[in-house]
């Protein structure tokens, strides 16, 4: 079902947690709300559940505006980091807990938990209580017990928060997973950048209550449209230069830093000082200036990592701040002490300029 919020404020006190949030989410789509602790997700996923009520503005699923509808009514599954389930109960019992409610027959029930189950891997720990799962397959009930009751939206606070990396990697996996078997519309919360483009369809970046951004995981990757972006969305490196002419007939802006010329395709900057994001993966390493190429740099070695498929180097930058430039597949690379210098080309073509 289709998610409309339009204008939604949610304060505490004088504190803006939401702060005029307008967007829609469509039918089966996997949307998630991403951005640092304290932005205000929690707050608008409750807001959207019915468990806070909006200061101002509109939510509608489908046609309804469900404003004045009780959580309870809502249709929705949710999960929550802490999976909240019952401790008293086994799998079978908590996950038949919202079915039970809704006063379902009892044939039904053992029909509708058993295909769940099935589908989030749980077989053969319907009698079992939360206390002798693990944190993943505690988590796996609170996604059934969410489920099965069939809803309309499903809502996810940081589900994987809980679990150790290797598990978060596999159950971040078949989230999707079932989340597209099923179809069913989703609102996913997480701070994690990564996880958050490896499960959306589309990714809202929140900042202090309001939206940054709102896109496919590709589109804010390589077209952030603002510095906090483009710095949460991955790592990025952030590069001042002054805008020393441009070069109409080739769309080509020149610029300077610390005293070194570039030049890189794009409009014409609107002012006379531009920031650049140049993701770490674009910059190459070259062996020098003297090879005649354009857009060379060159810094002193802060620290480098060999991260197996990648080296990271820490080179201080134009404009003095550190630059981070990844090296991929580094088995001939002769790896640059600390201290060092390192020349480095920046891609003329990939750069953003973007807003500040
Ligand atoms: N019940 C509450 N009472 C007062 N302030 C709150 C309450 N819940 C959240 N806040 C504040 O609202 C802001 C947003 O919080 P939250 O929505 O939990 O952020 P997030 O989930 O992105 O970490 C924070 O500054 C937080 O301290
Ligand atoms: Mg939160």
């Not at 967007?23 to 409750?46: A, D, I, M, N, Y």
């Not at 009520?53 to 009514?73: K, L, S």
């Not at 610390?258 to 770490?280: D, E, I, N, T, Y």
């Not at 857009?295 to 480098?304: C, D, E, K, M, R």
Request: glycine share 8%; hydrophobic share 40%; charged share 25%.
């Amino acid at each position: 079902m289709r998610v409309e919020l339009i204008n939604i404020v949610k304060s505490f006190g004088a504190l803006r947690a939401v702060d005029g949030i307008s967007l829609t989410v469509g039918e089966g789509e996997f949307f998630t709300l991403l951005g640092p602790s304290g932005c205000g997700k929690t707050t608008l996923l409750r807001t959207l559940a019915g468990f806070y009520q909006p200061d101002e503005g509109t939510i509608r699923f489908g046609e309804r505006v469900v404003n004045d509808i009780p959580a309870h009514r809502r249709e929705i599954g949710m999960v929550f980091q802490n999976y909240a389930l019952f401790p008293h109960l086994c799998v079978f019992d908590n996950i038949a807990y919202g079915l039970r409610a809704r006063k379902i027959p009892k044939t039904e029930i053992a029909d509708r938990i058993g295909r769940i189950i099935k589908s989030v891997q749980l077989e053969g720990l319907e009698n079992r209580p939360p206390s002798k799962l693990s944190g993943g397959q505690q988590q796996r009930v609170a996604l059934a017990r969410a489920l099965v009751i069939s809803p309309q939206i499903l809502l996810m606070d940081e589900p994987l928060s809980n679990l150790d990396a290797k598990l978060r990697l596999s159950m971040r996996e078949e989230i999707r997973r079932i989340q597209k078997d099923l179809g069913i519309t989703t609102i996913y919360v997480t701070h994690d950048q990564e996880e958050a483009m490896a499960v959306s369809d589309r990714i809202a970046i929140l900042n202090r209550g309001r939206l940054e951004q709102v896109g496919a995981p590709r589109e804010i990757y390589y077209r952030p449209e603002s510095l906090f972006a483009a710095e949460f969305m991955g790592s990025s490196n952030i590069i001042e230069m002054d805008v020393k002419g441009y070069d109409q007939a080739r769309s080509m802006v020149l610029a300077e830093a610390a005293g070194q010329s570039f030049s890189f395709s794009g409009p014409k900057p609107p002012g006379a000082r531009v920031l650049l994001s140049v993701r770490p993966e674009w910059i190459r390493v070259v062996a020098g200036p003297a090879d005649g190429e354009k857009n060379v740099f060159s810094g002193t070695v802060l620290s480098s990592a060999f991260l197996g498929s990648m080296v990271r180097y820490r080179v201080s930058g134009p404009g003095g701040k550190p630059m981070v430039i990844e090296v991929h597949d580094a088995e001939q690379e002769n790896i640059r002490k600390d201290g060092e210098t390192l020349w480095y080309k920046l891609p003329a073509d990939r750069p953003l300029m973007i807003r500040d």
